[in-house]
């Protein structure tokens, strides 16, 4: 066996048809035992390069150019059937969701076994078991018979990830592509995912591609680490490289773009957007994006230079990025001084769903100007809760208090005042905007309910456009043509047209990549100084909440178990279940000031 | 990230210009309508052409038919069961009227009656179909069940049922006939609507207060419009046929009214005599319904995107 399981030589795969490629000049190999995490925003084309391991292209696509080596063999010259003996058996694939990639019909032992059977035909059904309880240990699963007899919907989302995760390492392959494999896990069950998958890396030394989009996750996990921008890999280096001594732009900038849990950040985002396929600048394709651009990077794509051991990066003007760009933003969270004025209170809330208790006395203040975090993983009750403030959950007891009057239940009771100084903003700006409206339509429709109407609608919803920076010509467009962080955009000015003295986020960011959530997490700060907007802030993400909540309350199983000032909980948590949380969360270390550039 | 990067990336070639820089408080426009694009894409489609052509030619023989007919539909014009003549290119029928007549102004009922009917069957169905889904309580159980009682029984013998106690009119056929399509448009509506109502947008139309009704209309109603437009060709297509037996059976126009469906059954004693006075209609009407069945099965192939190019 060589050195390195993994190498890709100048892999191009294209868009059959069309004159572009998806993703081009991707060089990279991984030795055994070692993780290579491959970063990239959405559409970056970095699963396209996991799946290109496995010898898989995409209905729509096909490789051009370049290699695949894995194990000294190259993909291209395999046949189908040699294809199909690698996947599973040499190179193991984690999916991104346990929940579709597990058969839901078959039992754990059928499906294990299947893979078995694929790949050790010769193997007698006792040697097949005792590797299937193996596996099973080997991610802390129980591996006794009545585990084996159980159907994927009777596990939890972690338990189907590493049952996953047993999967692909049953056959004991060489190479494993893991394709953001927490992205729908709580942190906690997160924390114990990647521990095992890094354990058996080490253990059984796999050469482990870890896709994510994730950057706390791969720093936690990764040895070396590769980002993608547009298609192509921009800088590629050690771990501590990558995180401690960045060099290019893009790496810098989304580094910045990342919320940190001890809150030396305030999180700045990316402005623009990654170009498509069909259509990226000439020249090196981050530099309408980038500060330091200039006619050379107008012209070529820039050359792989070597900065250090191991560390390329794709720009021409990597010394002076890693000069001039700060790693770290600018202000801090916005600490609105206590202002006494409470706008809405709860008291002694109670809810059920059905027939189950899902809230218990929780209590609540969020003051004028004030951002309140409310922090818990999924399953705790912060959603309901915050359906209970909107009025689109009636079934509590308790009560929900504006500025010390209490409200009904449901919206629909509610006065059109009340309505309108409470404004919920969902957590996917897929689904929350009505796909046959224009989003002029869409934001006329609030200013016409709140709103004085009349003439002038026009020119008042380009104003509400302008506010959260998107441009009066996105009226006339449906919401499928727009990207999801203008979406998002389009749901936050659909509430401040309203003009409401409180908003309600319920986890408004995460389903955006990690530029666009910081571009709107500066949104939210923004608008909170100029309107005097009270936030209540709901997120699993423990990192995000220190650039912008004055007040953090933690929710679990569906009580309050801590509130305090967002310093003091992060800082000093008294509840175990915060400490746990805080343990649990991934973080970045990154140098602190510009790192010392070489000479030359 | 997700499994359709690539052909996300494609498709989306218009996102990109609107972040950004404010291009200055210019009005925005605020009506775009895009059912039509469906139309548009279906109009593409070979049988969705042929199926308009067919309409189209049946539709003008019934609606400028009565202008061009040699003879008036009552006139006699020669021997009973005659066959062609010159004077009667397609003979006379069982009384001695000229075929052809009778033909061309015998179509105009059964058009417009069916129309009339399908219009306010599908636009009474959809209104259930859409306040059962939205409504998600005991309504929709009445409504659904009461539906289910409609359903028991075959469209024909309500119809039926209701000319023999109400009389052979015209109006009681529409509304019969409508009332019979109703609980099938309403459970293909309400199936529709059902997973738009769980969607966030309809929350947040809660959360603000909209009317139940502008819910219903404003939020649920364009984003059923793609079966809402299968339906309503599939029901026109059951109009033709019911309509046409309704005449046929006698109680729809009453003699001596020309009518396609009362000459078939005028004629059909002395079919092997006198062909044409049964098979002229036969023909118009079975065209007519293979005519709808093409254009709504255009209508739905673009409807989810199937445009039989893309598939090879």
């Known amino acids: 066996m060589s050195a390195t399981a993994v190498e890709v030589r100048d892999l191009r795969v294209e868009l059959t048809g069309r004159n572009a490629d998806v993703v081009d000049e991707i060089s990279l190999d991984i030795r055994p035992g070692e993780v290579l995490g491959l970063v990239g925003e959405s559409g970056s084309g970095k699963t396209t390069v996991g799946m290109a391991l496995l010898g898989h292209v995409r209905r729509g696509g096909a490789v051009g150019g370049g290699a695949v080596i894995i194990d000294g063999r190259d993909l291209a010259h395999l046949g189908e059937l040699d294809l199909r003996r690698l996947r599973g058996g040499t190179v193991a694939y984690i999916p991104q969701d346990p929940g579709t990639s597990l058969n839901p019909a078959l039992r754990l032992r059928t499906q294990l076994s299947e893979m078995l059977e694929a790949h050790m035909p010769d193997w007698s059904d006792e040697l097949r078991v005792a590797r299937m309880r193996e596996s099973l240990d080997e991610v802390a699963l129980p591996s006794d018979d009545a585990f084996l007899a159980r159907y994927p919907h009777q596990l939890s989302g972690g338990q189907q990830q590493r049952v996953a995760i047993a999967m692909a390492f049953a056959c004991r392959p060489n190479v494993i592509v893991c394709d953001e494999p927490t992205t729908g896990l709580d942190v906690t069950t997160q924390a114990r995912v990647l521990a095992t998958v890094r354990e058996l890396c080490r253990s059984h030394q796999v050469a482990a591609l870890y896709v994510s989009h994730d950057l706390a996750v791969v720093a936690e996990l990764a040895d070396r680490v590769a980002v993608m921008y547009s298609g192509r890999i921009v800088e590629i280096g050690t771990r501590d490289e990558l995180f401690f001594a960045p060099r290019h732009p893009y790496t810098r900038r989304l580094l910045r773009a990342v919320p940190d849990l001890e809150g030396r950040r305030a999180v700045v985002g990316i402005p623009g957007h990654a170009p498509l396929p069909t259509n990226r600048p000439t020249g090196c394709f981050f530099h309408p994006r980038c500060d330091l651009a200039t006619d050379e990077c107008r012209k070529e794509f820039p050359p792989a230079f070597e900065v250090g051991p191991a560390h390329f990066v794709r720009c021409y003007h990597h010394a002076e990025a890693a000069r001039d760009i700060p790693v770290e933003g600018g202000a801090n969270a916005v600490h609105v001084a206590e202002a006494p004025e409470l706008v809405l209170a709860i008291h002694a809330l109670n809810a059920t769903h059905g027939t189950r208790h899902t809230l218990f006395d929780v209590e609540l203040e969020v003051h004028r100007h004030e951002c309140l975090a409310l922090v818990g993983e999924s399953g705790s009750g912060k959603t309901t809760l915050a359906r209970c403030v909107a009025g689109l959950h009636k079934d509590f007891t308790g009560e929900v208090l504006l500025r010390g009057t209490a409200l009904p239940p449901a919206a629909r009771k509610r006065s059109d005042s009340a309505r309108k100084e409470i404004q919920y903003v969902f957590q996917n700006p897929y689904a929350s905007l009505n796909p046959r409206r224009t989003i002029g339509q869409t934001v006329a429709r609030q200013l016409e309910l709140f709103g004085s109407g009349g003439k002038d609608m026009g020119r008042r919803v380009s104003e509400c456009l302008e506010r959260v920076s998107l441009s009066a010509s996105a009226a006339n467009r449906y919401p499928d043509e727009l990207s999801g962080g203008e979406r998002q955009r389009v749901a936050i000015a659909r509430a401040l047209a309203a003009e409401p003295s409180m908003m309600v986020c319920d986890e408004i960011t995460s389903a955006l990549d990690v530029s666009v959530q910081a571009a709107i997490i500066d949104l939210l700060r923004d608008l909170r100084t100029e309107m005097g907007l009270s936030l209540l802030f709901i997120t699993h993400n423990l990192a995000l909440i220190r650039t912008i909540a004055d007040r953090v309350a933690v929710m679990t199983e569906g009580r309050i178990v801590e509130t305090g000032p967002t310093a003091t909980v992060l800082e000093h948590p008294t509840a175990p279940y915060t400490r746990q949380l805080l343990a649990n969360t991934p973080s970045i270390t990154v140098a602190e000031g510009p790192a010392t550039a070489p000479a030359g | ?312």
Do not use: C
């Open chain 2, 1 to 312: 990230m997700s499994d359709s990067t690539i052909d996300t990336a494609v498709d989306l070639g218009l996102e990109g210009a609107v972040e950004g820089a404010p291009s200055g408080p210019g009005p925005a426009v605020l009506q775009k309508r895009p059912w039509l694009g469906i139309l548009r894409n279906a109009l593409r489609l070979t049988r969705t052409r042929i199926g308009l052509g067919i309409v189209t030619f049946v539709v003008a023989v019934a609606v400028f038919g009565p202008l061009v007919a040699p003879h008036s539909p009552t006139a006699f014009v020669g021997i009973p069961n005659s066959g062609p003549s010159s004077n009667a290119i397609f003979g006379a029928d069982a009384l001695g009227r000229d075929v052809l007549s009778r033909f061309l102004h015998g179509g105009l009922t059964i058009l417009w009656v069916s129309a009339a009917a399908t219009l306010f069957g599908v636009g009474l169905g959809v209104l259930v179909g859409l306040v059962a889904a939205y409504s998600r309580n005991w309504l929709d159980d009445v409504l659904m069940r009461a539906n289910d009682v409609v359903l028991a029984f075959p469209q024909i013998i309500l119809v039926l049922l209701a000319v023999s106690a109400l009389g052979p009119k015209l109006w009681v056929i529409v509304v019969t006939v409508g009332i019979t399509h109703l609980p099938r448009v309403a459970r293909v509506m309400r199936g529709a609507a059902q997973d738009v109502v769980e969607r966030d947008f309809v929350k947040a139309a809660e959360a603000v207060g909209e009317k139940r009704s502008r819910i219903v209309m404003g939020e649920l109603l364009p984003n059923v419009t793609s079966p809402l437009m299968v339906e309503l060709g599939l029901r026109m297509t059951y109009s033709i046929g019911l309509v046409a037996a309704i005449s046929f059976l006698g109680f729809g126009r009453q003699p001596p009214a020309a009518d396609w469906g009362l000459m078939m059954n005028e004629n059909r004693l002395a079919i092997t005599v006198q062909p044409w006075s049964v098979l002229l209609p036969v023909l118009a009407i079975g065209l007519l319904t293979v005519g709808t069945n093409l254009i709504t099965d255009g209508i739905a192939r673009a409807a989810i995107g199937i445009d039989g190019r893309s598939r090879s």
